[in-house]
C-alpha cells in the first residue's frame, strides 16, 4: 500500500503521488503553470485544487479523479460495469481487442492528417 492510500486526503493523495513521481512542489507547480506554494498548500490541506486542475492533476499522475478525491483505492481501477473482478475472461480480451482497434485508428487518423498537412505545405 502507497503513502496516497494510507493517507486519503486528497493534499495527502497529492502529495504521495507527487513523491511516487520523484518530482518536487516545484516541478508540479511548473506543469500546471502554478505558484509552488499552492502546492505546498494543497499538500497541507489549507486549499483544494478546482476541478479543471484536479483533472490536469488525474493526468499528470495517470490516475482517476475518483482516486484522488479518495472515493475509490485503487489508482488504476476500472469503475464502469462492476470493476474488473467482475469481468470474465472473453470480456477482457474483447475490450483489449477494441482498446487496439481504437488505437490503430487513431494511429491511422494521425498519419493522414500529418499527409494531409505536408501535402498542404
Avoid at 475509490?72 to 472473453?90: H, I, Q, W
Wanted: proline residues 2%; charged residues 35%; glycine residues 4%.
Amino acid at each position: 500500500m502507497s503513502f496516497a492510500q494510507r493517507n486519503s486526503s486528497l493534499g495527502n493523495r497529492i502529495k504521495g503521488l507527487r513523491k511516487d513521481k520523484r518530482i518536487t512542489q516545484r516541478e508540479l507547480a511548473q506543469k500546471l503553470e502554478i505558484d509552488h506554494t499552492t502546492v505546498s498548500k494543497w499538500e497541507a490541506d489549507v486549499y483544494e485544487p478546482d476541478a479543471a486542475t484536479l483533472s490536469k492533476l488525474a493526468d499528470i499522475f495517470r490516475v482517476s479523479t475518483d482516486y484522488l478525491l479518495g472515493r475509490v483505492n485503487e489508482e488504476n481501477s476500472l469503475s464502469f460495469f462492476g470493476g474488473p473482478e467482475k469481468y470474465t475472461p472473453d470480456e477482457i480480451a474483447e475490450m483489449e481487442a477494441a482498446l487496439e482497434r481504437y488505437r490503430e485508428m487513431k494511429r491511422r487518423a494521425a498519419k493522414a492528417a500529418a499527409s494531409e498537412k505536408d501535402s498542404q505545405q
